[in-house]
């Protein structure tokens, strides 16, 4: 029950700007989107959350569309690390809901 | 200030034995979560536990999973009987409340043989 729509895989260029869209034309008011992504083999890693508003961290940029139906994860400089599988989750901000994790975008950072 | 502990990173089983699979939360989190990820799959919600209470187990199997937050020590995720299905990541994440987002840890890896 992911609710999200993501592209299955995309590669970026390292060192440029990876963009990352996700679909979730269904997301209610309370619901916040999430990323994780999970670096092969790893245990997911959060990389950032937001409601309405675009959010920055030293990680990378959530852009949420003013309809909040799709929003888009920057990573400003892609390395060769940031190569993962990329999970944009949408999930009510009240207590008692889990993450639920789609199939997710692969990112392959080439050299 | 570690961060989320499992334990074993790899256990090997034989079909029919048991498995435990311990989790040590972040320090200050109350609420434990399980997820399995079976080879080339997502991740599956299991179960979500918080001090001694279960709160949703809607992703456990209904027979040989259980699980357990108790009032000391780790959360266990334990496996009776198991089966070569069973092989799979088993990934542990903690939260200080439902509300936030959770930590994760490195995962324990069971192969059944």
């Known amino acids: 029950d992911a609710k999200t729509t993501q592209p299955t895989s995309m590669d970026c260029a390292e060192g440029r700007a990876a963009n990352l869209p996700c679909n979730h034309s269904t997301i209610s008011g309370n619901e916040y989107v999430y990323w994780y992504r999970q670096i092969h083999s ?5 990389i950032i959350h937001g409601l309405k508003n ?5 990680m990378a940029s959530l852009i949420i569309t003013e309809d909040r139906k799709s929003s888009t994860l920057i990573l400003p400089h892609a390395t060769l690390r940031d ?3 990329y999970y944009c989750i949408v999930r009510p901000g009240y207590t008692g809901n889990q993450f639920y994790f789609g199939t997710g975008t692969s990112l392959t950072v080439i050299p | 200030n570690a961060g989320v502990m499992q334990n074993p990173r790899h256990l090997v089983r034989r079909r029919g034995q048991e498995a435990r699979l311990r989790c040590s939360p972040m320090k ?8 399995r990820q079976l080879p080339e799959e997502g ?3 299991m179960v ?5 209470n279960i709160i949703d187990e809607s992703g456990m199997p209904k027979e040989r999973f259980s699980a357990e937050f108790p009032k000391e020590g780790p959360s266990i995720l334990r496996i009776q009987q198991v089966v070569r299905g069973d092989s799979a990541a088993y990934f542990c994440a903690s939260s200080p409340d439902a509300s936030y987002g959770y930590t994760f840890g490195s995962g324990t890896r069971l192969t059944v043989v």
């Open chain 2, 43 to 45: 991740l599956k919600f």
């Open chain 2, 48 to 52: 979500y536990l918080q001090k001694e």
């Open chain 2, 28 to 35: 200050g989190h109350s609420h434990v979560y399980w997820y």
């Open chain 1, 42 to 46: 790893q245990g997911p890693q959060y």
């Open chain 1, 54 to 58: 675009n959010e920055t961290n030293e």
């Open chain 1, 83 to 85: 190569t993962a599988v």
